[in-house]
């Protein structure tokens, strides 16, 4: 079964740090752009940024209120993805997901058009 | 940056009938495509893709599912609600960077 799985969430004070672990399993993680998506408690989701994937460059792109505090990166040879966060705020509270990129390649080239594999998540507190 | 709009924030329909949500995007996206998708969201779940193009339902979406729109102004409809679709519904773009999803419809049964 394709599946990812987070990790990495916990309790942190304002102002510190955590890196939080994406792994996946029965999944073409080299050719997949990964995502990271945050869900504060009881609100909406809200896309935290992505990460292309080596074939596509490599590139990184985040929400420009993140910019400089988070951080993405990506192992390939460990299917991983990480999410590196500096500077947390109370407001960073959230459940953190991470999620591929469904490329449709049906006009020859792939292109991206929505996230179609999830993991369940980690929850990070940012309290003193 | 883009803004996704949707409305209403909530809903509550009866089995059997019409479920539609809107989701509006503050501009429109070039090359003739529409950059949208729709996810389900059931409570202590990640999000689950239903729509991608607008209108294409992905692989195993039940077909009272259906999306609709284009340029600013797109649709969400659920044909004929079953007890199993309550959730919250969230739109998203993947035009432009950041890949904004709208605020959620909550869609609950009356």
């Known amino acids: 079964e394709v599946q990812f799985v987070e990790s990495g969430g916990g309790l942190v004070e304002p102002g510190g740090s955590l890196r939080l672990s994406c792994v996946g399993s029965?999944?073409?993680?080299?050719?997949?752009?990964m995502n990271w998506v945050r869900q504060a408690p009881g609100k909406g989701l809200e896309w935290v940024g992505r990460v292309k994937s080596k074939t596509g460059g490599g590139a990184t792109e985040y929400a420009a209120p993140l910019k400089g505090r988070f951080t993405i990166s990506r192992d390939d040879s460990k299917d991983t993805m990480y999410l590196h966060m500096n500077s947390l705020r109370t407001e960073d509270t959230a459940v953190y997901y991470c999620?591929?990129?469904?490329?449709?390649?049906?006009?020859?080239?792939?292109?991206?058009?929505?996230?179609?594999?999830w993991g369940q998540g980690t929850t990070v507190t940012v309290s003193s | 940056d883009i803004v996704m709009t949707q409305s209403p924030d909530s809903l509550s329909v009866s089995l059997g009938e019409r479920a539609t949500i809107n989701c509006k995007s503050s501009?429109?996206?070039?090359?003739?495509?529409?950059?949208l998708a729709w996810y389900q969201q059931k409570p202590g779940q990640p999000p689950k893709l239903l729509i991608y193009w607008a209108s294409t339902r992905e692989s195993g979406v039940p077909d009272r599912f259906t999306g609709s729109g284009s340029g600013t102004d797109f649709t969400l409809t659920i044909s004929s609600l079953q007890p199993e679709d309550v959730a919250v519904y969230y739109c998203q773009q993947y035009y432009n960077s950041p890949y904004s999803f709208g605020q959620g419809t909550k869609l609950e049964i009356k």
């Open positions: 501009q429109s996206f070039n090359n003739n495509k529409n950059y």
């Open positions: 999620a591929a990129d469904k490329g449709d390649c049906s006009s020859g080239t792939c292109t991206p058009v929505g996230m179609d594999v």
């Open positions: 029965e999944f073409s993680f080299t050719h997949a752009y």
